[in-house]
């Protein structure tokens, strides 16, 4: 583990990835500190998803260097052992919450502590409840994924991540999929979790929230980080003509 605050916990120098032919990521500088948090925005189809993916090994890449958490991720998937540490210390929530449907909210939270960190039951078990307690859903810990709304099961999404006591949570749209009104609940719970000092990267069409959480926000347009700020002046003073006609269609 790397343990110095000021080390990035992610460090990607040039980075580049083709889906064959498709060049998604070009030469993507990001190094990201303890504590920050980053959201990135763009348009459908501009790699956001694939950039994060890259973070936590769920994509390889081809050319350059990535370092997550002091562990070196090699191009073409070459690095199992960091891989698994890598996944054992990012937590992911996803657009489509991704739980899964034949357990119930307890059980999926408990299920990677004790397989993955060997956890004993009643270690797993207590932290589960402080968690559901935490986003709000002590209530529903004995029923399967599909017996609760939407917002419900992302916030269980975000539970089950935060039990396995992440350094680094990745979001990818994780309100997209939802009805309007639970938006809000999961946005909430982020929040908090930002507040606490989380380190995170949050792809997200939410840009009100972007702004309130964001110590930084990155604007990609063609797999190219083509601007970056704090929000403040990435969202009222973008300089680049891309950003700006990005946000005038989205704000
Ligand atoms: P975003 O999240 O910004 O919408 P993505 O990272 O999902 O963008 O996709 C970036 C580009 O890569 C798109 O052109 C998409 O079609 C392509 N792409 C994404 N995943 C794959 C894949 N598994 N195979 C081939 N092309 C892909
Ligand atoms: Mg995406």
Redesign the pocket.
């Given at each position: 583990m790397n343990d110095d605050a000021t080390q990035p916990i992610v460090r990607m120098q040039a980075l580049n990835k083709h889906f064959g032919n498709l060049h998604v990521l070009k030469d993507i500088d990001l190094e990201i500190v303890p504590g920050e948090v980053v959201v990135v925005i763009g348009a459908?189809g501009s790699g956001?998803?694939t950039l994060i993916r890259c973070i936590n090994g769920l994509e390889e890449y081809q050319l350059g260097k990535l370092e997550v958490d002091g562990s070196q991720l090699l191009p073409f998937g070459k690095s199992n052992r960091a891989l698994q540490r890598i996944r054992t210390e990012v937590g992911m929530v996803f657009q489509q919450f991704n739980l899964f449907p034949h357990l119930s909210v307890v059980d999926n939270i408990t299920l990677a502590p004790m397989k993955v960190r060997g956890w004993s039951r009643a270690d797993a078990l207590e932290t589960a409840n402080r968690l559901l307690e935490r986003v709000g859903i002590t209530d529903q810990a004995h029923k399967y994924p599909a017996q609760l709304s939407g917002g419900q099961q992302q916030r269980v999404a975000l539970a089950r991540a935060l039990a396995m006591e992440p350094r680094l949570m990745l979001f990818?749209?994780p309100t997209s999929a939802l009805d309007p009104e639970m938006i809000g609940e999961v946005l909430d719970a982020m929040r908090e979790l930002a507040k606490e000092g989380m380190t995170m990267v949050i792809?997200t069409h939410e840009m009100g929230f972007a702004r309130e959480v964001a110590d930084r926000v990155i604007f990609i347009h063609q797999g190219e980080i083509t601007e970056q700020g704090e929000p403040e002046s990435l969202f009222d003073n973008p300089q680049h003509e891309r950003t700006q006609s990005f946000l005038s269609r989205v704000l």
């Open positions: 459908s956001k998803s990818d749209e792809v």
